[in-house]
């Protein structure tokens, strides 16, 4: 047999050299099997005399009647042998081939076989309901056609983004040419959409949410995520008996939220930014409702794309002072209008007033605040970053993606209510005080930081 060098102080090692012994030093013809040591050590055996190659089978430690054998042709196979009490011969049985199967799930399935048994049940219906079971792909499909695609709970971006995500991790049939060639370089650790959703072991998903993790740390994560509804609508199903899809936080990527590597804009530049888009609607009426957009999302704090630019005048609720939002990221939410907010509302609504009147004032674009211009597939405005390049050139401000106008309106708000964690979150719409509470510690930390900046001029003050 081909021996392995293992270092360079270290004797060869072959597969014999992993038997383990008994008290006396004596073999016990057993091995504790391991996917590697499969793998690395067992090999078809050679005989010289015969120049052919035999099969060799050894037999598993943690499992009695587990054994694997490498045949003549090259190939493992697993399979479980016992003899019944009521003959002499003993009885095997096939139970798949490696690395197809694991050897936990090979474990597994000894265990259910020896059940089986121990019960007087035939251990063959056992391993024909296991022919049976479905890959992880059917369980996907199943769970897309009767939750995914039928919930009310789910979003329609939230759908598309999860049915993406499934497309391109679990199917690996992704048509970006990046994310193909991590899948084609991975595609021993991703592939766990083909296994029976049975035989996965938790070192297959902690292998497999490495290989997505290449293509980004919080991707990673959300397909977890994914993963984690998949398998716990699978036991409730009773496709799966168990659930191993549970990560600890230290198993996952840790995520760092935006404040981290961007700070958010200050008090000074707020005004600068504010003052720049009112001067910008003056002197290009042609996108006054770009940069309304703008004003509003840097007023309420709100998401610019999915809670901003597609508001409607029905949502408006003049009387109670409230623009109510039925359905957002975090659920159903509303924010107060105040003195700035109002009038943002009040210069919209003369604007709709003057260019829907008479016929056009039933068209789909008057029931929206910010109706699109140009010909679009929707009938408001999806973006306001070209604008945006524009307020912050005039303000003379660090040009920042719009997002970072949520962040700053979270960090001012905070401190303008002297650091009330309840009106804040209410108001900005979070659903829980967990970005909140990064928003004090970001205001904390520069405080701290300001507070050394008077340190050091009070130390370097001349007398």
């Given at each position: 047999?081909?021996?392995?060098?293992?270092?360079?102080?270290?004797?060869?090692?072959?597969?014999?050299?992993?038997?383990?012994?008994?008290?006396?030093?004596?073999?016990?013809?057993?091995?504790?099997?391991?996917?590697?040591?499969?793998?690395?050590?067992?090999?078809?055996?050679?005989?010289?005399?015969?120049?052919?190659?035999?099969?060799?089978?050894?037999?598993?430690?943690?499992?009695?009647?587990?054994?694997?054998?490498?045949?003549?042709?090259?190939?493992?196979?697993?399979?479980?042998?016992?003899?019944?009490?009521?003959?002499?011969?003993?009885?095997?049985?096939?139970?798949?081939?490696?690395?197809?199967?694991?050897?936990?799930?090979?474990?597994?399935?000894?265990?259910?076989?020896?059940?089986?048994?121990?019960?007087?049940?035939?251990?063959?219906?056992?391993?024909?309901?296991?022919?049976?079971?479905?890959?992880?792909?059917?369980?996907?499909?199943?769970?897309?056609?009767?939750?995914?695609?039928?919930?009310?709970?789910?979003?329609?971006?939230?759908?598309?983004?999860?049915?993406?995500?499934?497309?391109?991790?679990?199917?690996?049939?992704?048509?970006?040419?990046?994310?193909?060639?991590?899948?084609?370089?991975?595609?021993?650790?991703?592939?766990?959409?083909?296994?029976?959703?049975?035989?996965?072991?938790?070192?297959?998903?902690?292998?497999?949410?490495?290989?997505?993790?290449?293509?980004?740390?919080?991707?990673?994560?959300?397909?977890?995520?994914?993963?984690?509804?998949?398998?716990?609508?699978?036991?409730?199903?009773?496709?799966?008996?168990?659930?191993?899809?549970?990560?600890?936080?230290?198993?996952?990527?840790?995520?760092?939220?935006?404040?981290?590597?961007?700070?958010?804009?200050?008090?000074?530049?707020?005004?600068?930014?504010?003052?720049?888009?009112?001067?910008?609607?003056?002197?290009?009426?042609?996108?006054?409702?770009?940069?309304?957009?703008?004003?509003?999302?840097?007023?309420?704090?709100?998401?610019?794309?999915?809670?901003?630019?597609?508001?409607?005048?029905?949502?408006?609720?003049?009387?109670?002072?409230?623009?109510?939002?039925?359905?957002?990221?975090?659920?159903?939410?509303?924010?107060?209008?105040?003195?700035?907010?109002?009038?943002?509302?009040?210069?919209?609504?003369?604007?709709?007033?003057?260019?829907?009147?008479?016929?056009?004032?039933?068209?789909?674009?008057?029931?929206?605040?910010?109706?699109?211009?140009?010909?679009?597939?929707?009938?408001?405005?999806?973006?306001?970053?070209?604008?945006?390049?524009?307020?912050?050139?005039?303000?003379?401000?660090?040009?920042?993606?719009?997002?970072?106008?949520?962040?700053?309106?979270?960090?001012?708000?905070?401190?303008?209510?002297?650091?009330?964690?309840?009106?804040?979150?209410?108001?900005?719409?979070?659903?829980?005080?967990?970005?909140?509470?990064?928003?004090?510690?970001?205001?904390?930390?520069?405080?701290?930081?300001?507070s050394q900046v008077i340190g050091n001029f009070l130390a370097h003050a001349r007398a």
């Amino acid at each position: 047999m081909k021996k392995d060098n293992i270092g360079h102080n270290n004797p060869p090692l072959d597969l014999d050299d992993f038997i383990i012994k008994d008290e006396n030093g004596k073999s016990t013809g057993r091995i504790k099997f391991t996917n590697t040591f499969l793998k690395k050590y067992l090999v078809r055996n050679y005989d010289a005399v015969k120049d052919v190659y035999v099969d060799r089978v050894i037999n598993d430690s943690e499992r009695i009647g587990l054994k694997a054998k490498a045949t003549a042709g090259g190939s493992i196979s697993l399979f479980y042998q016992y003899t019944p009490k009521t003959k002499r011969n003993p009885v095997k049985h096939h139970l798949g081939k490696f690395p197809e199967m694991s050897v936990d799930a090979a474990r597994d399935l000894v265990d259910d076989l020896k059940h089986a048994i121990k019960l007087g049940q035939d251990p063959r219906s056992v391993l024909a309901e296991r022919l049976k079971a479905k890959t992880l792909n059917q369980v996907v499909d199943d769970w897309k056609s009767k939750v995914l695609f039928k919930s009310a709970r789910f979003a329609a971006s939230s759908i598309k983004d999860t049915e993406q995500r499934i497309k391109n991790w679990i199917h690996l049939s992704a048509v970006h040419p990046r994310t193909n060639k991590i899948i084609f370089n991975n595609r021993k650790d991703l592939n766990i959409g083909a296994k029976k959703m049975i035989e996965i072991t938790k070192d297959d998903l902690i292998a497999w949410h490495a290989a997505v993790s290449i293509t980004g740390e919080p991707q990673g994560n959300r397909c977890v995520d994914d993963l984690k509804v998949i398998f716990k609508w699978a036991l409730e199903q009773k496709i799966i008996k168990e659930n191993i899809c549970k990560f600890t936080k230290n198993e996952l990527n840790e995520e760092y939220t935006r404040l981290d590597d961007k700070d958010p804009y200050s008090r000074e530049e707020w005004r600068l930014l504010r003052k720049a888009a009112l001067k910008l609607i003056k002197k290009n009426p042609r996108i006054r409702i770009a940069c309304m957009g703008i004003l509003l999302a840097m007023y309420t704090g709100r998401r610019y794309k999915s809670e901003v630019l597609s508001l409607k005048w029905t949502q408006v609720d003049w009387d109670a002072n409230k623009v109510r939002l039925p359905k957002t990221k975090t659920g159903k939410s509303e924010f107060s209008i105040n003195r700035l907010t109002r009038w943002v509302l009040n210069t919209l609504w003369k604007y709709r007033q003057q260019t829907f009147r008479g016929k056009k004032q039933r068209s789909v674009k008057a029931g929206y605040l910010f109706p699109s211009i140009r010909k679009s597939k929707k009938p408001y405005i999806q973006d306001i970053r070209k604008s945006w390049v524009k307020v912050c050139a005039i303000a003379n401000v660090r040009l920042e993606e719009p997002y970072l106008l949520r962040h700053t309106w979270g960090c001012l708000a905070l401190e303008a209510t002297n650091g009330n964690f309840a009106v804040v979150k209410d108001e900005g719409g979070w659903k829980t005080f967990e970005m909140v509470e990064v928003y004090a510690k970001y205001n904390k930390r520069k405080l701290s930081q300001q507070s050394q900046v008077i340190g050091n001029f009070l130390a370097h003050a001349r007398a």
